[in-house]
């Protein structure tokens, strides 16, 4: 299994304040990226890295930053949580496109916004 | 831009019967990935399949195929003899080979039930 660790797993926070998720790898992979899944919409990218320091944005970016200051280390963050926020949050990494190109996810991150 | 549709929100069989999950895709790119990923009930995804826009190849492995044809932009993925193992959320994507990374574009997802 890739080694990708999010945390927290799970959290509760209540509307306008900030929330940090962490995505963790241990497999040295240049890429790293933020989905979140929601009923009826699969998963949807949010932000993606290509290298320290190095972010773009995916689809649904508004009200979402991120950073990345070390490979192993990708963070999203909420400035201000809101209730369309609730959702399940997937970071994934990859290697290469054309070696393999196939998205290796973690666990996944449920946050509640109420 | 591109997109992927699984119309087939929720799917229900019986345990042994077959069950073609159907994906249809759009891009204009002409050098593209697809893929299958699985998510069963404990909530991970699980990598299934990438199949290039150049390899319009079936493949089988084991009770599972799949079938690609870029004449109809479909990609669709069969399961033979079902299992009560084999229900999960399924998901089509689509990348495309532009630009940094590997940027999928999900479909909504079908629901497999499996019944014993």
């Known amino acids: 299994d890739a080694g990708i660790t999010q945390s927290p797993r799970h959290k509760v926070t209540e509307t306008g304040t900030p929330v940090t998720l962490r995505c963790h790898q241990t497999e040295n992979h240049r890429y790293m990226y933020w989905y979140r899944q929601d009923p009826g919409h699969g998963l949807r990218l949010i932000h993606y890295?290509?290298?320290?320091?190095?972010?773009d944005k995916g689809e649904v970016s508004d009200g979402y930053s991120v950073s990345r200051s070390k490979t192993e280390d990708f963070l999203l963050t909420l400035e201000s949580a809101t209730s369309s926020q609730t959702s399940v949050y997937f970071c994934a990494i990859s290697g290469d496109l054309l070696n393999t190109g196939e998205l290796f996810f973690g666990e996944g991150s449920r946050l509640t916004v109420l | 831009a591109q997109k992927v549709t699984q119309a087939q929100t929720e799917i229900s069989v019986v345990e042994k019967e077959d069950v073609t999950l159907d994906c249809v895709y759009e891009t204009r790119d002409t050098t593209y990935y697809l893929f299958w990923y699985k998510q069963p009930p404990s909530g991970e995804l699980v990598f299934l399949i990438r199949r290039n826009s150049f390899d319009e190849q079936n493949e089988i492995s084991g009770r599972y195929s799949w079938n690609f044809q870029k004449s109809t932009s479909s990609f669709n993925f069969t399961i033979t003899a079902s299992q009560v193992v084999d229900s999960a959320v399924y998901f089509c994507?689509?990348?495309?080979?532009?630009?940094?990374?590997?940027?999928?574009?999900f479909g909504a997802g079908t629901i497999l039930r499996v019944k014993s």
């Open positions: 994507a689509l990348s495309r080979n532009r630009g940094y990374g590997n940027k999928l574009v």
């Open positions: 890295s290509y290298g320290v320091k190095d972010t």
